[in-house]
């Protein structure tokens, strides 16, 4: 299905950008719309192998992409959307989606910066605005509509000084999607590289078991790995064939290695996992509303040293 979607890229000419590069992913595919100035812009990407394109539909501020996914006999309709902030335009975005359902079959996955919160719950710091609401549930209602609980994060937005937050990131989908995958999972992700939560969408749980040991040119800079090998290496005294000694003490040298690796894995596991903790307590703090002068100075140096 599609994997990614992006809003707000502020690309006036997205056709130029080398998503090859930014995704590392070489079987890709994507549409996009451009931004008009530095408003909007989007861009949505996939894996041809999983989904097949048959169509696309673009506006202002949506990208609609349809087609087939592999192993299904389904049409599956994915909807990239970036609100306009103006209520009139919001509105008229919301039409022209209810219309865009009516007129192609198939599986429907809204999702994006909608720009609009459900109710006051949403929203921190900030004007609660109840006709923007109401038009945006009447919206999810006349288009029969479904949002799975968010795990994560209680809010998708937070502003850069930490004291506005809103959940106006989201994932929409039809009634047929919400029952055939009732379990699905729907998370919003730490913000490390942006103002706004990564969301994602599971319906399901993958075990790839544990990855396959390679050795990094870039371990070499490390400190402490030359006496690793030299102290492997001394401790092979080894007697017999040339080459069978050669290969047992490469064998002896990789697992000295993995377990060297392994140990300085777990420092830096544990030094990230700590400073990823406190930045989630400081901004469920924020979220709160809680968070105080010098937590906040504190925070930010968490938030430059995680990033």
């Not at 850069?160 to 999972?185: E, N, Q, Y």
């Amino acid at each position: 299905m599609i994997d990614r979607c992006i809003q707000e890229t502020q690309l006036v000419d997205n056709s130029k950008v080398l998503l090859n590069q930014i995704w590392g992913n070489h079987h890709l595919e994507a549409e996009h719309v451009n931004a008009r100035g530095r408003s909007g812009g989007l861009i949505s990407l996939w894996n041809p192998s999983i989904f097949v394109k048959l169509g696309v539909t673009k506006g202002d501020n949506f990208l609609h992409v349809f087609g087939s996914v592999a192993g299904t006999d389904e049409i599956m309709n994915v909807v990239n959307v970036y609100a306009p902030h103006d209520s009139v335009l919001k509105s008229a975005l919301w039409e022209t989606l209810i219309g865009l359902i009516g007129n192609h079959n198939g599986l429907w996955i809204m999702m994006g910066d909608f720009n609009v919160v459900r109710d006051c719950s949403e929203r921190l710091n900030s004007v609660f605005d109840h006709r923007e609401a109401r038009d945006f549930n009447d919206f999810i209602f006349r288009a029969r509509l479904h949002e799975y609980r968010m795990g994560g994060l209680k809010y998708t937005y937070m502003s850069p000084d930490g004291m506005k937050c809103s959940k106006i990131d989201r994932m929409l989908v039809c009634d047929r999607f919400f029952h055939r995958w009732p379990c699905a999972t729907f998370f919003a992700h730490p913000r490390i590289w942006s103002d706004h939560a990564p969301i994602s969408l599971s319906t399901v749980c993958l075990d790839y078991g544990p990855p396959p040991f390679k050795f990094y040119n870039s371990w070499l800079k490390l400190d402490g790995i030359d006496n690793v090998v030299s102290s492997a290496v001394a401790e092979c005294e080894l007697s017999g064939r040339p080459d069978i000694i050669l290969m047992s003490k490469f064998r002896h040298v990789k697992a000295k290695l993995k377990d060297w690796r392994k140990m300085a894995t777990d420092n830096e596991f544990g030094l990230i996992e700590a400073i990823k903790e406190e930045c989630h307590k400081y901004e469920t703090l924020a979220e709160m509303g809680l968070i105080s002068d010098q937590e906040h100075e504190s925070w930010l140096e968490m938030r430059f040293l995680r990033n």
